[in-house]
């Protein structure tokens, strides 16, 4: 069964770092390329970074240089570190697959991500 579970959110200033956690997958973690979005208030969810099986990356223009996702493979388990974080990073973060585009598992409740001063 699959049901995702973010944590590791949390309220930094700016120029700070979290790490999020997202665990829960199950057996679609060896299929499918993981990703990490967010959605911040009054806007879309937007697709942050994903990685795949292979552990090939890639990331949204906002945020290149400054965040790195990985994978624990052992432990069905994704992380985002997230550093020199900006105000404009305050969202509510989220994981799930990003299969040509598709996230294929239902939402969990996320993990706010608040970056002020």
């Known amino acids: 069964q699959v049901q995702l579970v973010e944590s590791g959110g949390g309220l930094v200033q700016p120029g700070g770092s979290l790490r999020l956690s997202c665990a829960g997958f199950g057996y679609i973690f060896s299929i499918y390329p993981v990703a990490w979005y967010r959605q911040a208030p009054g806007k879309q969810r937007e697709l942050v970074a994903t990685?795949?099986?292979?552990?090939?990356?890639s990331y949204a223009d906002s945020v290149k240089g400054r965040f790195t996702i990985s994978r624990d493979n052992a432990k069905n388990t994704v992380y985002l570190q997230m550093n020199s974080l900006k105000p404009e990073d305050t969202a509510v973060y989220y994981c799930?697959?990003?299969?040509?585009?598709?996230?294929?598992?239902?939402w969990g409740q996320g993990t706010q991500v608040t970056v002020s001063s």
């Open positions: 990685i795949a099986t292979g552990d090939t990356t």
């Open positions: 799930n697959t990003n299969f040509r585009g598709a996230a294929l598992a239902s």
